[in-house]
């Protein structure tokens, strides 16, 4: 036998091999995972301080704790306050506060915390079913540590909570539609009606958007046949789809009495009635929204752009490409275009008509565009794109942060403290391409190191600008929480006064907390206290009333209160916001 110097050379040739090989071994990476889930949301947690939105959620939780009518427990007899907090997220927070009486903010979080170690769990159980158990880890390890995840869990609104049920959707729906053996009804379309429904209870166009994700899914995949390797190829496509449709017609009928309630009840004539689906598809897209700007852009796809678009470039050739590839499935691509479809018309439609994005299609599009991210981080893992084309998605991703820097609208205070660092790795990256391809057919081990530091780049860069977002409170130096330390110590009052004209929502939520069972009013002067609370009488052993006079006031107390009252300062006067906050309680003498 005789080989020339060509076959020689490809002889000599190291074979390709894939990138973090230890990724694949499923076992090795379940307490990872778990790890994800929990440690990063610590971070929050213990950094956070309240804001005033936070505030206005934990009052409406503390409204429905000290309820006593069911429709005020249920949160409907404020048809204002039953449309703006939704109904799943105020009973969880309400149950955190109860439970835990938290000093800080652990409470009113604890339930975006939780939330969102569901989202990173139930993320790595949906890839690893529809991807593989690499792709699975990776969208996981991206999402715990992507920045607007971090902000789902600093925030009492329920966009943890909503990806999680519509997750919990997905997840039900995916295990059924991928069993080898698939009966019309399945235990596994338990789990994700019941998810449907709980998305039903936090936000209208949610639970929508998750619905049209699985009709998109459907309709893909009965027009693309069988797939490679999870449908049962003796049966008939027809007998299929009627399946598949009527596994969704499933899904509406368990949902309907898990969450389908809350929409009748607004739907009554003595609530919403014939405003019900303006103000219930309202409500949830519009609770919180974000300005539609290059820096909401950044939030959303931060240091991923170039492997987003390559998992978007190998989703779309997969979906319709029309001969059959045994070595793929097409369930995990049909999903993520499905996912991509209904949240980029979500997202474009507020962008354009609106000029802003709601904060539930700001976290759906998120997580799509980490799936995409880990697609695409996993076609470079697996050697299925050439150096080129990793160093390229670096590139990208870099050049997609600068562009969004210089031209946003936050330019002027970002601009400086992005460029240089930009572009100082884009520099360095041009060099690493134009080094490796130097010996791309010469040292195998240069590649792949060139391409475990492309990976490497793109995720830690993506991580530490997510942790390096988290805003680090100084909880100890706060007036309120001095405030509420001190007043702690002291004995429960009756009733809680607000002396001023505008009062904001962390001042009140801070004595609701200190206070929980007093009854908290607000008046704009001395002169609006009514004369009953100095003049009536009182039993000795009766809590005393207490007044928090935020601001100034013309009146002095001891002028309205009269004789025989005393005026007792119970904490040393502090500033809040620039404005004087004092604590009085009055009390009647004895006879």
């Given at each position: 036998?005789?080989?020339?110097?060509?076959?020689?050379?490809?002889?000599?040739?190291?074979?390709?091999?894939?990138?973090?090989?230890?990724?694949?071994?499923?076992?090795?990476?379940?307490?990872?995972?778990?790890?994800?889930?929990?440690?990063?949301?610590?971070?929050?947690?213990?950094?956070?301080?309240?804001?005033?939105?936070?505030?206005?959620?934990?009052?409406?939780?503390?409204?429905?704790?000290?309820?006593?009518?069911?429709?005020?427990r249920?949160?409907?007899?404020?048809?204002?306050n039953a449309?703006?907090?939704?109904?799943?997220?105020?009973?969880?927070?309400a149950?955190?506060?109860?439970?835990?009486?938290?000093?800080?903010?652990?409470?009113?979080?604890l339930?975006?915390?939780?939330?969102?170690?569901?989202v990173?769990?139930?993320?790595?159980?949906?890839?690893?079913?529809?991807?593989?158990?690499?792709?699975?880890?990776?969208?996981?390890?991206?999402?715990?540590?992507?920045?607007?995840?971090?902000?789902?869990?600093?925030?009492?609104?329920?966009?943890?909570?909503?990806?999680?049920?519509?997750?919990?959707?997905?997840?039900?729906?995916?295990?059924?539609?991928?069993?080898?053996?698939?009966?019309?009804?399945?235990?596994?379309?338990?789990?994700?009606?019941?998810?449907?429904?709980?998305?039903?209870?936090?936000?209208?166009?949610?639970?929508?958007?998750?619905?049209?994700?699985?009709?998109?899914?459907?309709a893909?995949?009965?027009?693309?046949?069988?797939?490679?390797?999870?449908?049962?190829?003796?049966?008939?496509?027809?007998?299929?789809?009627?399946?598949?449709?009527?596994?969704?017609?499933?899904?509406?009928?368990?949902?309907?009495?898990?969450?389908?309630?809350?929409?009748?009840?607004?739907?009554?004539?003595?609530?919403?009635?014939?405003?019900?689906?303006?103000?219930?598809l309202?409500?949830?897209?519009?609770?919180?929204?974000?300005?539609?700007?290059?820096?909401?852009?950044?939030?959303?796809?931060?240091?991923?752009?170039?492997?987003?678009?390559?998992?978007?470039?190998?989703?779309?050739?997969?979906?319709?490409?029309?001969?059959?590839?045994p070595?793929?499935?097409?369930?995990?691509?049909?999903?993520?275009?499905?996912w991509t479809?209904?949240?980029?018309?979500?997202?474009?439609?507020?962008?354009?008509?609106?000029?802003?994005?709601?904060?539930?299609?700001?976290?759906?599009?998120?997580?799509?565009?980490?799936?995409?991210?880990a697609?695409?981080?996993?076609?470079?893992?697996?050697?299925?794109?050439s150096?080129?084309?990793?160093?390229?998605?670096?590139?990208?991703?870099?050049?997609?942060?600068?562009?969004?820097?210089?031209?946003?609208?936050?330019?002027?205070?970002?601009?400086?403290?992005?460029?240089?660092?930009?572009?100082?790795?884009?520099?360095?990256?041009?060099?690493?391409?134009?080094?490796?391809?130097?010996?791309?057919?010469?040292?195998?081990?240069?590649?792949?190191?060139?391409?475990?530091?492309?990976?490497?780049?793109?995720?830690?860069?993506?991580?530490?600008?997510?942790?390096?977002?988290?805003?680090?409170?100084?909880?100890?130096?706060?007036?309120?929480e001095?405030?509420?330390?001190?007043?702690?110590?002291?004995?429960?009052?009756?009733?809680?006064?607000f002396?001023?004209?505008?009062v904001?929502?962390?001042?009140?939520?801070?004595?609701?907390?200190?206070?929980?069972?007093?009854?908290?009013?607000?008046?704009?002067?001395?002169?609006?206290?009514?004369?009953?609370?100095?003049?009536?009488?009182?039993?000795p052993?009766?809590a005393?009333?207490?007044?928090?006079?935020?601001?100034?006031?013309?009146?002095?107390?001891?002028?309205?209160a009269?004789?025989?009252?005393?005026?007792?300062?119970?904490?040393?006067?502090?500033?809040?916001?620039?404005?004087?906050?004092?604590?009085?309680?009055?009390?009647?003498?004895?006879?």
């Amino acid at each position: 036998m005789i080989a020339d110097d060509q076959e020689l050379l490809t002889l000599s040739k190291e074979t390709p091999r894939e990138l973090f090989f230890a990724l694949g071994r499923p076992g090795s990476l379940i307490l990872l995972v778990v790890v994800l889930a929990f440690v990063p949301g610590i971070l929050v947690l213990g950094s956070h301080q309240i804001t005033d939105d936070d505030a206005r959620w934990g009052l409406a939780s503390l409204r429905v704790l000290q309820a006593d009518e069911p429709h005020d427990r249920i949160g409907i007899s404020d048809i204002s306050n039953a449309c703006e907090f939704s109904p799943l997220a105020i009973w969880n927070i309400a149950l955190s506060l109860k439970f835990l009486n938290s000093r800080h903010a652990t409470g009113l979080l604890l339930s975006s915390y939780l939330a969102q170690a569901g989202v990173l769990l139930l993320m790595y159980a949906i890839g690893r079913r529809l991807f593989g158990t690499r792709a699975g880890f990776i969208g996981s390890f991206v999402l715990a540590f992507h920045a607007s995840s971090l902000q789902h869990v600093g925030t009492p609104a329920p966009i943890a909570l909503g990806l999680m049920t519509v997750l919990l959707t997905f997840w039900g729906f995916i295990r059924y539609t991928t069993n080898h053996v698939r009966t019309v009804v399945s235990l596994w379309l338990l789990p994700s009606g019941i998810g449907l429904g709980l998305s039903l209870l936090i936000s209208g166009p949610l639970a929508l958007a998750s619905l049209a994700v699985l009709c998109v899914y459907v309709a893909l995949g009965s027009l693309g046949g069988s797939s490679g390797g999870g449908d049962v190829e003796h049966q008939l496509p027809a007998g299929k789809r009627l399946r598949d449709v009527w596994s969704v017609l499933i899904l509406m009928l368990i949902a309907f009495p898990v969450g389908g309630w809350w929409g009748l009840r607004l739907a009554h004539p003595d609530h919403l009635g014939e405003t019900f689906w303006a103000v219930w598809l309202a409500a949830g897209a519009t609770r919180d929204v974000i300005t539609a700007d290059s820096q909401s852009l950044t939030g959303i796809v931060g240091f991923l752009a170039g492997p987003a678009l390559l998992g978007l470039a190998r989703t779309v050739r997969l979906v319709v490409r029309t001969t059959p590839d045994p070595e793929s499935r097409l369930e995990g691509p049909r999903f993520l275009a499905s996912w991509t479809v209904v949240s980029a018309v979500a997202v474009i439609t507020g962008w354009v008509a609106f000029g802003q994005i709601a904060t539930d299609w700001y976290g759906l599009t998120t997580v799509g565009i980490v799936w995409l991210a880990a697609v695409g981080l996993e076609e470079i893992a697996l050697r299925r794109v050439s150096a080129r084309v990793a160093g390229g998605a670096v590139v990208v991703s870099l050049s997609a942060i600068v562009a969004c820097t210089l031209f946003g609208a936050s330019a002027a205070n970002h601009a400086l403290a992005w460029i240089a660092p930009c572009l100082s790795a884009i520099a360095v990256s041009s060099l690493l391409v134009w080094w490796s391809f130097r010996f791309y057919d010469t040292y195998e081990a240069s590649l792949r190191l060139f391409l475990v530091g492309c990976m490497l780049s793109l995720i830690a860069t993506d991580a530490v600008t997510g942790l390096a977002s988290v805003r680090l409170g100084e909880t100890s130096r706060d007036p309120l929480e001095q405030l509420a330390d001190h007043l702690r110590e002291l004995p429960e009052v009756e009733s809680c006064t607000f002396i001023a004209v505008d009062v904001p929502a962390r001042l009140k939520f801070s004595f609701a907390r200190v206070w929980p069972g007093s009854r908290c009013t607000q008046v704009d002067d001395w002169s609006a206290i009514p004369s009953t609370v100095f003049t009536e009488e009182r039993a000795p052993e009766a809590a005393p009333h207490a007044f928090v006079l935020y601001g100034s006031s013309n009146v002095p107390l001891t002028t309205v209160a009269g004789d025989r009252i005393q005026v007792r300062a119970i904490a040393p006067p502090t500033y809040f916001q620039s404005r004087r906050l004092s604590v009085f309680t009055v009390e009647r003498e004895a006879d």
